[in-house]
């Protein structure tokens, strides 16, 4: 089983930049787990946002957030993190942070929320114009 919890949520004018931290515990090492961010803005559906390996070296992003967003983790302090940078009012969501536990499928990346197996609570980005 595995914990997550996300913080570094706010509210922040457009073209600024916000830092999003999602810790890790629990009875399952999330060190060797590919994760993700994602995102669900008001009255839309859950999107995928971005994905990273479990060693940090490989990464995809969304095309809206691309150039923009920057994913990362620090494995010996089982933290992934989201570098936002250039926010727009767009970005206003939830994010959620999840990591992958099953077997893996081979894929170089995962994009689809049932790719994943555990999700945090999301915390709250709201961009201003």
């Known amino acids: 089983q595995v914990q997550l919890v996300e913080s570094g949520g706010g509210l922040v004018q457009a073209g600024g930049s916000l830092r999003l931290s999602c810790a890790a515990s629990?009875?399952?090492?999330?060190?060797?787990?590919?994760m993700g961010w994602f995102r669900r803005a008001p009255g839309k559906e859950r999107e995928f946002a971005a994905f990273?390996?479990?060693?940090?070296?490989?990464?995809f992003y969304a095309d809206p957030v691309r150039g923009r967003f920057t994913i990362s983790r620090d494995n010996a302090k089982n933290t992934m993190y989201l570098q936002m940078n250039s926010l727009k009012p767009e970005d206003t969501a939830v994010y959620y942070c999840a990591v992958r536990t099953r077997t893996s499928s081979g894929a170089s990346y995962y994009t689809t929320d049932y790719a994943y197996d555990y999700w945090g609570q999301g915390t709250q980005v709201t961009v201003s114009s």
């Open positions: 990273v390996n479990w060693s940090g070296e490989r990464t």
């Open positions: 629990g009875r399952t090492a999330t060190s060797r787990l590919p």
